[in-house]
């Protein structure tokens, strides 16, 4: 437990527990509820996953292995125009493969002002979730610092198919040992940034990144060249209404 | 089927006209009606603002009132949402074991007048006729309470020569609420305009629904704006009594 | 210092000034409707829903039950984490311990994050008081922060408001009067305006929507990326929370983060949410304190009717569906938490305060808070459950005796009265006296209140039922 210097948390520390004690005396004790089975996983967790991310004006562009993601990746900053993406210490090298006029910055601790004058950032994830389109970043290799993720106008990320679960709670359980472990921040993205505070109206792009690009990657990070599974490469979908 | 017609202390003083017809009804149905003439009142009103104890004994008098009856037959959903889903407990609070028993053994006894109809007669068509426009009224203790679901408009659509219009907005509460309507007003009048808007918009004759509290509420503002659309109980309706059409407002 | 708790006024007077504003009303009316539509479509989704939310109710059963426990085990967890964990019984020592870290971090300035706790206890003005200026964040917060306003909306907080009004007050906040009343372009402008404070300040504070008791997490969920600016950019962050927020296992906060959004705003999932345990080194702040709130949480523990309604989320559904909070919005409720759940969270947070025993009354008992309600709070058996309590209380103190001693009078007479038939009818037949007074003609009546203004009075008839029954059927 914590003391503040003057001790008064301590007492408060106390007196909250004797009031919460004194408060369920009479009561019964209540059995924590059985875990809810998992739901029957979704035949087409892929396409589902693409579907949804793309209804929140996220644009997706396929590849059909990891051999692939530097093409997909390099098409998504020739779409914006190119410039310069903070990408983490850890990302592949492979991926990496600047087109004319984009330039990439390794993140080793840049400062605030620094990020905000880049056009964007790219990085992996730690898994994605398809019933809501959602991408979680961990802080794991290939994802960099949260900062690195938020004060850019621009992210693109990179999801593999083997890393989407069904739904939020499946990714709470993948998450959950690594959380008991340490310290760790995560960083669940759903769609580019939004508001709806003026009369219900949602308008994209308030302070987070105003424009979301999802390289969606058949296969697992591991299997480089997932051609090797028989999918025919699919040429990128048009850009979003945005 | 014997039924004992708990007709509530609202019907029985102001609209002894919704009584009549459910009673007329359920004879149609070849259901014998018999009225235990030593009910008063389920205690909504106090149980709901908060006079619990004061309730008590209005509990004790419907328990005693109907605990020889087969099957208790009500026309009014949040009449029969208070003994459904407080009487248990409130017979507790009596501290009379003998009174909490009965209670809970009468309360899976107790229906509203559709429910009846539906799940223990298995009818929708009781061969009514009522050729006028009407709105139906789903109130809320229909809805959300007991969720009646579809079996008020399932037997509103086998009625003969009878147009249901659909009004804006018609899940929404008319603002009555029982002593809300007293307490607040302001903010009940605000709701009961809105809804009284729709209804006139919707261009029915008639406005009917399960509960003649609510019907109570919506006429009072229809009476009071002199406008030509009578409300109805769904008795009344189901019971084919298009007479009712011909006056304004408040049926009776 | 004003208690955000306790209303201003009776709940029905607070309503009438509002219903007086009919701007207001339009633009409640358009925005709750949004929202529910938006609702019921990502809802109906979900095929398990009912089940759900049933996990999710029997999750916080069990937390409140044995609150203590995991408030030690989340405390553990953060410190061993990194972080500090600060308790505080009530408004003014959770406001006294954040307003000592702020100014023992040295910091002038803060950035914050929408947090309805912080607004519980009032930081703001004492951060005022102590030469700390804070800069709310989320674009909603901000309008109400320019305005000199009160949030009216537990997700939405500036839902009162339309374009028009908010181009006008940012076009004279942020010195643009060329701003179009586009939601568009004020969301930019807020944009711009905030920028350079996010990329500057030192001191983050914030809510937190969840504290995850076997990792020391907090979950904050927002839409703007504001908050992640507040969660990551500072040096020292502050989370203020009320003791309810905990849940046990991280498994369990999955669960909350699949209804929270499509309850809230109507979204399957809002844009952003950051889960962190304590502090990460070199990614985000690098002191973080967390500040465990009781403010009135342990009185509403000890009614085991009355603490379900600890269960709750924040996720504003059943403001957005009921009829009340529709006509008249938030501030009528004189209470940061404003709607159906505030209506029974205020009287139980602060039962000595007359004002917030009005506030059960503020409804028809309509049910559509409970059918939206994504932990399953019974709101309207609370509702009427805490009536029971003010009439009871009121008795005990005497004080609101004289004005409520007529309704309570009545209505124990006619308990009496209506227990025994024979009086029952003798009740009757008054009713068919003032039977003159009904109808058309019938008009305003003192005693009964606002009903005769805009209701005829109904016309009893001229025979009972119970007569018909014996004089002609039987």
Same mark, same amino acid.
Not at chain 2, 62 to 67: D, G, L, M
Not at chain 3, 145 to 159: E, M, N, T
């Given at each position: 437990?914590?003391?503040?210097?003057?001790?008064?948390?301590?007492?408060?520390?106390?007196?909250?527990?004797?009031?919460?004690?004194?408060?369920?005396?009479?009561?019964?004790?209540?059995?924590?509820?059985?875990?809810?089975?998992?739901?029957?996983?979704?035949?087409?967790?892929?396409?589902?996953?693409?579907?949804?991310?793309?209804?929140?004006?996220?644009?997706?562009?396929?590849?059909?292995?990891?051999?692939?993601?530097?093409?997909?990746?390099?098409?998504?900053?020739?779409?914006?125009? &190119?410039?310069?993406?903070?990408?983490?210490?850890?990302?592949?090298?492979?991926?990496?493969?600047?087109?004319?006029?984009?330039?990439?910055?390794?993140?080793?601790?840049?400062?605030?002002?620094?990020?905000?004058?880049?056009?964007?950032?790219?990085?992996?994830?730690?898994?994605?979730?398809?019933?809501?389109?959602?991408?979680?970043?961990?802080?794991?290799?290939?994802?960099?610092?949260?900062?690195?993720?938020?004060?850019?106008?621009?992210?693109?990320?990179?999801?593999?198919?083997?890393?989407?679960?069904?739904?939020?709670?499946?990714?709470?359980?993948?998450?959950?040992?690594?959380?008991?472990?340490?310290?760790?921040?995560?960083?669940?993205?759903?769609?580019?940034?939004?508001?709806?505070?003026?009369?219900?109206?949602?308008?994209?792009?308030?302070?987070?990144?105003?424009?979301?690009?999802?390289?969606?990657?058949?296969?697992?990070?591991?299997?480089?060249? &997932?051609?090797?599974?028989?999918?025919?490469?699919?040429?990128?979908?048009?850009?979003?209404?945005? | 089927?014997?039924?004992?017609?708990?007709?509530?202390?609202?019907?029985?003083?102001?609209?002894?006209?919704?009584?009549?017809?459910?009673?007329?009804?359920?004879?149609?149905?070849?259901?014998?009606?018999?009225?235990?003439?030593?009910?008063?009142?389920?205690?909504?009103?106090?149980?709901?603002?908060?006079?619990?104890?004061?309730?008590?004994?209005?509990?004790?008098?419907?328990?005693?009132?109907?605990?020889?009856?087969?099957?208790?037959?009500?026309?009014?959903?949040?009449?029969?949402?208070?003994?459904?889903?407080?009487?248990?407990?409130?017979?507790?609070?009596?501290?009379?074991?003998?009174?909490?028993?009965?209670?809970?053994?009468?309360?899976?006894?107790?229906?509203?007048?559709?429910?009846?109809?539906?799940?223990?007669?298995?009818?929708?068509?009781?061969?009514?006729?009522?050729?006028?426009?009407?709105?139906?009224?789903?109130?809320?203790?229909?809805?959300?309470?007991?969720?009646?679901?579809?079996?008020?408009?399932?037997?509103?659509?086998?009625?003969?020569?009878?147009?249901?219009?659909?009004?804006?907005?018609?899940?929404?509460?008319?603002?009555?609420?029982?002593?809300?309507?007293?307490?607040?007003?302001?903010?009940?009048?605000?709701?009961?305009?809105?809804?009284?808007?729709?209804?006139?918009?919707?261009?029915?004759?008639?406005?009917?629904?399960?509960?003649?509290?609510?019907?109570?509420?919506?006429?009072?503002?229809?009476?009071?704006?002199?406008?030509?659309?009578?409300?109805?109980?769904?008795?009344?309706?189901?019971?084919?009594?298009?007479?009712?059409?011909?006056?304004?407002?408040?049926?009776? | 210092?004003?208690?955000?708790?306790?209303?201003?006024?009776?709940?029905?007077?607070?309503?009438?000034?509002?219903?007086?504003?009919?701007?207001?009303?339009?633009?409640?009316?358009?925005?709750?409707?949004?929202?529910?539509?938006?609702?019921?479509?990502?809802?109906?989704?979900?095929?398990?829903?009912?089940?759900?939310?049933?996990?999710?109710?029997?999750?916080?059963?069990?937390?409140?039950?044995?609150?203590?426990?995991?408030?030690?085990?989340?405390?553990?967890?953060?410190?061993?984490?990194?972080?500090?964990?600060?308790?505080?019984?009530?408004?003014?020592?959770?406001?006294?311990?954040?307003?000592?870290?702020?100014?023992?971090?040295?910091?002038?300035?803060?950035?914050?994050?929408?947090?309805?706790?912080?607004?519980?206890?009032?930081?703001?003005?004492?951060?005022?008081?102590?030469?700390?200026?804070?800069?709310?964040?989320?674009?909603?917060?901000?309008?109400?922060?320019?305005?000199?306003?009160?949030?009216?909306?537990?997700?939405?907080?500036?839902?009162?408001?339309?374009?028009?009004?908010?181009?006008?007050?940012?076009?004279?906040?942020?010195?643009?009067?060329?701003?179009?009343?586009?939601?568009?372009?004020?969301?930019?402008?807020?944009?711009?305006?905030?920028?350079?404070?996010?990329?500057?300040?030192?001191?983050?504070?914030?809510?937190?929507?969840?504290?995850?008791?076997?990792?020391?997490?907090?979950?904050?969920?927002?839409?703007?990326?504001?908050?992640?600016?507040?969660?990551?950019?500072?040096?020292?962050?502050?989370?203020?929370?009320?003791?309810?927020?905990?849940?046990?296992?991280?498994?369990?906060?999955?669960?909350?983060?699949?209804?929270?959004?499509?309850?809230?705003?109507?979204?399957?999932?809002?844009?952003?949410?950051?889960?962190?345990?304590?502090?990460?080194?070199?990614?985000?702040?690098?002191?973080?304190?967390?500040?465990?709130?009781?403010?009135?949480?342990?009185?509403?523990?000890?009614?085991?009717?009355?603490?379900?309604?600890?269960?709750?989320?924040?996720?504003?559904?059943?403001?957005?569906?009921?009829?009340?909070?529709?006509?008249?919005?938030?501030?009528?409720?004189?209470?940061?938490?404003?709607?159906?759940?505030?209506?029974?969270?205020?009287?139980?947070?602060?039962?000595?305060?007359?004002?917030?025993?009005?506030?059960?009354?503020?409804?028809?008992?309509?049910?559509?808070?409970?059918?939206?309600?994504?932990?399953?709070?019974?709101?309207?058996?609370?509702?009427?459950?805490?009536?029971?309590?003010?009439?009871?209380?009121?008795?005990?103190?005497?004080?609101?005796?004289?004005?409520?001693?007529?309704?309570?009078?009545?209505?124990?007479?006619?308990?009496?009265?209506?227990?025994?038939?024979?009086?029952?009818?003798?009740?009757?037949?008054?009713?068919?006296?003032?039977?003159?007074?009904?109808?058309?003609?019938?008009?305003?009546?003192?005693?009964?209140?606002?009903?005769?203004?805009?209701?005829?009075?109904?016309?009893?008839?001229?025979?009972?039922?119970?007569?018909?029954?014996?004089?002609?059927?039987?």
């Amino acid at each position: 437990m914590s003391v503040d210097a003057k001790g008064r948390s301590g007492k408060a520390r106390d007196e909250v527990l004797a009031r919460i004690r004194a408060a369920l005396s009479a009561a019964a004790p209540v059995p924590p509820p059985p875990p809810l089975p998992p739901p029957p996983a979704p035949p087409d967790l892929l396409e589902r996953f693409a579907r949804r991310v793309a209804d929140y004006r996220a644009r997706v562009t396929r590849a059909a292995g990891e051999v692939e993601v530097a093409r997909a990746i390099a098409a998504c900053l020739g779409r914006e125009g &190119g410039g310069r993406y903070a990408v983490p210490p850890s990302l592949p090298s492979s991926w990496l493969k600047a087109p004319a006029g984009t330039e990439f910055v390794v993140d080793r601790g840049l400062g605030p002002s620094d990020l905000a004058r880049l056009a964007g950032s790219v990085t992996g994830c730690a898994l994605a979730v398809a019933e809501t389109g959602t991408i979680v970043l961990d802080g794991g290799p290939g994802q960099g610092r949260r900062a690195m993720t938020l004060v850019p106008d621009h992210l693109v990320c990179v999801v593999f198919e083997r890393q989407i679960v069904a739904d939020m709670p499946q990714a709470a359980a993948a998450l959950a040992d690594a959380m008991r472990t340490g310290p760790r921040a995560l960083t669940w993205i759903s769609g580019p940034s939004a508001t709806s505070d003026i009369e219900l109206n949602r308008v994209e792009g308030v302070h987070g990144p105003r424009r979301l690009d999802v390289v969606l990657v058949a296969g697992g990070p591991e299997d480089a060249g &997932g051609r090797g599974e028989g999918r025919a490469p699919q040429p990128p979908p048009p850009s979003g209404p945005d | 089927m014997r039924v004992s017609l708990f007709v509530t202390c609202l019907v029985d003083t102001l609209y002894p006209a919704v009584g009549r017809a459910t009673v007329r009804l359920l004879e149609r149905l070849g259901v014998e009606v018999d009225f235990p003439e030593s009910q008063t009142c389920c205690g909504q009103l106090h149980v709901n603002t908060g006079y619990r104890r004061e309730a008590l004994p209005m509990v004790g008098n419907f328990v005693r009132a109907f605990a020889q009856a087969e099957v208790v037959v009500a026309p009014s959903a949040s009449c029969v949402a208070l003994v459904r889903e407080t009487y248990p407990e409130l017979a507790e609070e009596t501290g009379d074991p003998a009174l909490a028993r009965e209670a809970t053994a009468l309360v899976p006894r107790v229906y509203e007048l559709t429910e009846f109809l539906v799940d223990r007669l298995g009818v929708t068509d009781v061969g009514a006729r009522f050729p006028h426009r009407v709105a139906y009224h789903p109130t809320c203790h229909s809805l959300r309470a007991l969720h009646l679901g579809d079996r008020p408009r399932r037997l509103l659509a086998a009625v003969r020569d009878m147009e249901l219009v659909t009004v804006e907005g018609a899940e929404s509460c008319c603002g009555f609420g029982g002593t809300f309507a007293i307490k607040n007003a302001d903010v009940s009048a605000a709701m009961l305009s809105d809804k009284v808007g729709a209804i006139l918009a919707s261009g029915a004759e008639a406005v009917c629904a399960a509960d003649s509290s609510c019907l109570m509420h919506i006429g009072g503002a229809l009476v009071r704006r002199g406008a030509p659309v009578a409300t109805v109980h769904l008795a009344q309706v189901l019971a084919g009594e298009d007479n009712v059409c011909g006056q304004r407002g408040v049926p009776e | 210092m004003r208690d955000a708790l306790r209303p201003e006024a009776p709940f029905p007077a607070a309503a009438r000034t509002a219903l007086a504003d009919a701007t207001l009303r339009a633009n409640l009316r358009r925005a709750t409707s949004t929202i529910r539509r938006r609702r019921d479509q990502v809802v109906g989704e979900v095929e398990d829903w009912d089940r759900l939310r049933a996990q999710a109710a029997a999750i916080k059963d069990h937390t409140l039950r044995h609150l203590d426990r995991y408030l030690a085990q989340l405390e553990a967890a953060v410190a061993e984490r990194g972080g500090q964990v600060h308790w505080a019984r009530d408004a003014a020592e959770a406001r006294d311990v954040v307003a000592d870290l702020v100014v023992g971090a040295g910091a002038r300035r803060v950035l914050k994050v929408k947090s309805l706790t912080t607004e519980e206890i009032g930081l703001n003005d004492v951060l005022a008081e102590r030469g700390v200026e804070a800069v709310e964040s989320d674009l909603a917060e901000l309008i109400v922060q320019l305005g000199g306003d009160r949030p009216s909306h537990i997700v939405v907080p500036a839902i009162h408001k339309n374009r028009f009004e908010i181009r006008d007050l940012f076009a004279r906040a942020m010195g643009l009067p060329d701003l179009a009343p586009e939601p568009t372009a004020l969301a930019e402008a807020a944009r711009l305006y905030l920028r350079e404070r996010f990329l500057a300040m030192t001191v983050g504070i914030s809510g937190a929507n969840f504290l995850v008791a076997d990792t020391g997490a907090v979950a904050v969920v927002e839409s703007e990326g504001n908050g992640r600016m507040c969660l990551t950019l500072p040096h020292t962050l502050i989370t203020v929370a009320g003791i309810d927020k905990v849940v046990p296992t991280f498994e369990d906060l999955g669960v909350f983060l699949r209804l929270l959004a499509r309850s809230a705003t109507g979204e399957r999932m809002n844009p952003y949410t950051t889960v962190f345990s304590g502090v990460v080194p070199g990614d985000g702040p690098q002191a973080f304190h967390l500040v465990l709130v009781d403010n009135g949480r342990t009185r509403a523990l000890a009614d085991p009717l009355g603490r379900t309604a600890l269960r709750c989320i924040r996720c504003a559904a059943c403001l957005n569906v009921c009829p009340v909070y529709e006509r008249v919005g938030g501030h009528a409720y004189g209470s940061v938490y404003p709607g159906p759940i505030g209506a029974v969270l205020t009287p139980q947070l602060r039962p000595d305060d007359e004002h917030a025993r009005t506030l059960p009354y503020a409804s028809t008992l309509c049910g559509a808070c409970a059918d939206v309600c994504p932990v399953g709070i019974p709101i309207p058996r609370l509702l009427v459950h805490l009536r029971s309590v003010a009439v009871r209380a009121d008795e005990a103190s005497g004080r609101l005796g004289a004005r409520l001693a007529p309704e309570r009078l009545m209505l124990r007479a006619l308990g009496r009265a209506f227990a025994q038939p024979r009086q029952f009818e003798r009740l009757q037949a008054l009713a068919r006296v003032m039977r003159p007074l009904g109808g058309r003609q019938g008009r305003r009546l003192p005693g009964l209140g606002g009903w005769t203004r805009s209701r005829a009075l109904p016309t009893a008839p001229r025979r009972s039922f119970r007569r018909w029954w014996r004089e002609e059927h039987r």
